[in-house]
């Protein structure tokens, strides 16, 4: 079974300031997805970023990128320049593709994020 | 283009009672998961939907169930409530296959009494 481990519950940052939240996942599978996803206070699920295992090169989204070590099972998430707007809880997410059996997200801890202004 | 639309989005029951949740996708999502989010257990997959068939199911009691219907809206059911059901439940929908994002719904807010 496929595990994630988030090993900061919280973190800060300085408005404009940039932070990393750390993520490591285990599976003996060789492609499979990671996302992080941003729960804010409202309780909506947002995705932030994704990657696939078989793309060697690091996904980005405007301030959010990721750094992805496929052999280290390592997939943190940088947030540059944060804003007030980016405090919420982040979950690393797996997933595999099952074929007809269908798909499932495996979700870490959480990690709190705090953006002191 | 609307979201995933959850209802309702707050319910309170008593503990021996049963719950349905509904959750409509997002127009032309046919795959619809949801998931138990709890403080102590963190997010939890339940199952997933496709094709109105059940295609992964999580650990959980037969107390939950779901069904889709044709129009790839989903219902969970919780049959005899009890306290630890207390929870954040969550809908996604996606396209089928690899690559289908998950989007999520505002989640229902089950708290059993």
């Known amino acids: 079974a496929q595990t994630v481990t988030q090993s900061q519950p919280e973190m800060s940052v300085q408005e404009a300031e940039t932070v990393t939240l750390s993520c490591t996942y285990d599976t003996s599978e060789s492609d499979y997805y990671l996302f992080w996803y941003k729960q804010p206070p409202s309780r909506q699920m947002i995705l932030v970023i994704r990657?696939?295992?078989?793309?060697?090169q690091n996904a980005t989204e405007n301030r959010f990128s990721v750094n992805f070590q496929k052999a280290a099972k390592s997939f943190s998430l940088k947030i540059s320049d944060s804003q007030l707007g980016d405090a919420a809880m982040y979950f690393c997410?797996?997933?595999?593709?099952?074929?007809?059996?269908?798909?499932?997200?495996?979700f870490g801890e959480g990690t709190q994020l705090t953006v002191n202004p | 283009k609307a979201g995933v639309t959850q209802t309702p989005r707050y319910l309170i029951k008593t503990r021996g009672q049963q719950v349905t949740l509904s959750c409509s996708p997002i127009?032309?999502?046919?795959?619809v998961s949801w998931y138990q989010q709890t403080p102590g257990q963190g997010l939890q997959f339940l199952f997933e939907y496709f094709s109105e068939t059940q295609r992964n199911k999580g650990n959980f009691p037969g107390r939950f169930s779901g069904r889709q219907f044709s129009n790839s809206r989903s219902e969970m059911n919780v049959s005899t409530l009890e306290l630890g059901d207390s929870a954040l439940y969550l809908c996604?929908?996606?396209?089928w296959g690899r690559g289908g994002e998950a989007f999520f719904g505002q989640g229902t807010r089950l708290t059993v009494v």
């Open positions: 990657q696939e295992a078989y793309k060697q």
């Open positions: 996604a929908s996606s396209l």
């Open positions: 997410a797996y997933r595999s593709f099952e074929g007809t059996s269908g798909s499932r997200l495996t």
């Open positions: 127009s032309g999502h046919r795959s």
